[in-house]
Nanobody, 132 residues
Framework: QVQLVEFGGGSVQSGGSLRLSCEASRDISSRGCMAWFRQIPGKEREGIVGINGYGSTTYVDSVKGRFTFSRDNTKDTVYLQMNALRPEDTAMYYC??????????????????????????WGQGTQVSVSS
């Protein structure tokens, strides 16, 4: 079972920045697919950004130009740098991962990287609150 642990949530004012991090098991982060999702109580989990095992990244339109996803394979960690935060970004943020196969990196492409069903491992979440 892959373990994922998120860090970095908190409360900021509109326009502020936060950086989330997610530490993953060694056999996931470099060749696996990883993604960030967020969820508001009573609503479906929304994919924000995902990356596959070949380094291809997909962002949801609402965060393009404001959020940046990066991966540090030496630390088995992925990051989500969030700038120009808005009150509507308030949510619980989750890190997710899908394992690579034994013969190839994880190949989930495009908008499928933003689908919760594509991922098998989830962190416990970290709360982000943005006040106006």
């Amino acid at each position: 079972q892959v373990q994922l642990v998120e860090f970095g949530g908190g409360s900021v004012q509109s326009g502020g920045s936060l950086r989330l991090s997610c530490e993953a098991s060694r056999d996931i982060s470099s060749r696996g697919c990883m993604a960030w999702f967020r969820q508001i109580p009573g609503k479906e989990r929304e994919g924000i950004v995902g990356i596959n095992g070949y380094g291809s990244t997909t962002y949801v339109d609402s965060v393009k130009g404001r959020f940046t996803f990066s991966r540090d394979n030496t630390k088995d960690t992925v990051y989500l740098q969030m700038n120009a935060l808005r009150p509507e970004d308030t949510a619980m943020y989750y890190c997710a991962a899908a394992r690579p196969s034994s013969s190839a990196p994880c190949w989930i492409y495009g908008s499928d990287l933003l689908q919760p069903g594509a991922f098998t491992s989830w962190g416990q979440g970290t709360q982000v609150s943005v006040s106006s």
